[in-house]
């Protein structure tokens, strides 16, 4: 038996996330049923997170064991054969049994995106956040700032959170301005359900001057979330990079 690891890209507007549920299609029920096209059996893909539904992928990973003598980098082409264009393999490569897609996950990266104006611009609607009025840009990069570093964010979850610990490391959080709208890009090692949609809720609430980055440092101590913050919808979400300990990957 052969573990390998594959990345994929995918869009997620017609998927309720990655992880299998009684409600919605999802990645992995796809991405397992095109497995079993592959290999005539029926395989478990674990997934490096799980993802909400709606949110998009840039570069997303899974494992799976297999009895196969595939070489390892054409697995990547045989499963795009059964696998839809809104789901497309990107690499595959083997590694060790005991490497797991999501608990050996060092650092994830995400995007929002969202633009402030005076009207909806349909273009980029689909993809981003639209927030009427003009952005306190000073004021969002102070929330940034506010963001990084070890902290409680039990403010900043759902109720229906894992009973994963709530105590994350930020690694970076910034605003980045592209010509159609600004991104909120934030890399840390760990996520809670819902937790990058509420940050970047905060950072358009700065941006709208209703809170301020010692709202930000008084959340974390008390727990509470401001109630100028929502949680912003997915679809101006995207898992944008996966990062590995590369000596995790390797054969023993």
């Not at 299609?25 to 395989?43: G, M, R």
């Not at 993809?127 to 964010?153: P, R």
């Not at 101590?221 to 401001?226: A, K, L, M």
């Amino acid at each position: 038996m052969r573990r390998f690891l594959v990345e994929i890209q995918y869009l997620g507007k017609n998927y309720g996330g990655w992880q299998k549920n009684d409600n919605s299609k999802t990645v992995q029920e796809v991405v397992e049923t095109a497995l079993e096209k592959l290999f005539s059996a029926k395989i478990k893909a674990e997934g490096c997170s799980r993802t909400d539904a709606g949110v998009n992928a840039r570069q997303y990973f899974f494992h799976f064991d297999a009895d196969t003598k595939l070489p390892e980098d054409r697995i990547c082409y045989k499963l795009n054969r059964f696998l839809p264009n809104d789901i497309v393999c990107q690499s595959s490569r083997e590694v060790p049994g005991h490497f797991h897609a999501r608990k050996n996950v060092s650092g994830k990266t995400y995007v929002y995106r969202f633009y402030f104006g005076e009207h909806i611009m349909p273009l980029i609607n689909r993809d981003a956040y639209f927030i009427k009025g003009a952005a306190d840009e000073g004021n969002m990069e102070k929330v940034c700032s506010a963001f990084v570093g070890k902290h409680d964010f039990s403010a900043f979850k759902t109720d229906s959170s894992s009973h994963s610990s709530p105590v994350k490391t930020i690694f970076s959080a910034d605003i980045e301005k592209t010509p159609d709208c600004y991104e909120f890009i934030v890399t840390g090692d760990g996520f809670l359900y819902n937790m990058v949609r509420i940050m970047a809720g905060a950072v358009v609430a700065a941006g709208q001057g209703k809170i301020s980055a010692s709202d930000i440092i008084s959340a974390f101590e008390s727990g509470g979330r401001p109630e100028n913050i929502i949680t912003l919808p997915p679809k101006g979400l995207t898992l944008e990079r996966v990062e590995y300990d590369k000596t995790e990957e390797k054969q023993n």
